[in-house]
């Protein structure tokens, strides 16, 4: 499985065993109830431990050249890596895999662009930009099927050949076993937050 800002494809997803358990369990319920008036069982499910969230550092790098090969391709500047924008793209990363959702608005429901700003600053440029990018895959993701994802959706594919951006902060990681959105899968997500400030 895979997703793109929140999109998540489900075809050709069988159901999980979690899922098929708790099916089971309903129709027993429902079979019970109406073969025997009132009887009513009980069922309680607790829920299983989170994972930590590992950073995945090395991939950071590896889509940062690809992302660059890409670019030159279409003749553009590379993009340097930014500390800064590393750092609002590693919160944003994080909180997601942690508490289970995936979109470009925090988790206190915040606009993307005011949570880069805290990190990657306007005061004293007269013009600042920046822009961002989120992909997830089951279990893992590589560097090219990152890249080849977002250049296979217009929205994002332009983001990646903006010729405005110098600057890119890029954040991985990685959860075996990551909530909500993700149903306890195993996920690897990706942030990447662009910018320019001159």
């Not at 500047?77 to 925090?106: D, I, N, Q, T, W």
């Not at 991985?172 to 400030?197: L, N, Q």
């Amino acid at each position: 499985m895979a997703g793109l800002d929140g999109e998540v494809d489900l075809s050709g997803m069988g159901l999980g065993g979690k899922k098929k358990l708790a099916l089971f369990l309903l129709g027993a319920a429902l079979l019970c109830g109406g073969l025997a008036g009132l009887l009513v069982a009980p069922v309680a499910f607790s829920a299983p431990a989170r994972a930590q969230v590992k950073a995945v550092t090395p991939l950071n790098g590896q889509i940062l050249r690809e992302l660059n090969r890409v670019r030159q391709a279409h003749g553009l500047v590379p993009l340097e890596h930014s500390s800064m924008l590393a750092a609002a793209a590693s919160g944003h990363s994080r909180s997601m895999a942690a508490k289970g959702y995936f979109a470009h608005r925090s988790a206190d429901g915040s606009v993307f662009w005011t949570r880069i700003k805290r990190f990657y600053p306007s005061t004293g440029y007269g013009y600042w930009e920046v822009g961002e990018n989120l992909v997830w895959a089951a279990p893992e993701l590589g560097a090219k099927r990152a890249v080849r994802m977002w250049m296979a959706s217009p929205e994002h594919r332009a983001n990646l050949l903006n010729p405005r951006w110098r600057q890119i902060g890029l954040a991985a990681v990685h959860s075996s076993s990551a909530p909500g959105a993700y149903e306890d899968m195993a996920v690897t997500i990706v942030t990447a937050d662009f910018g320019v400030r001159s």
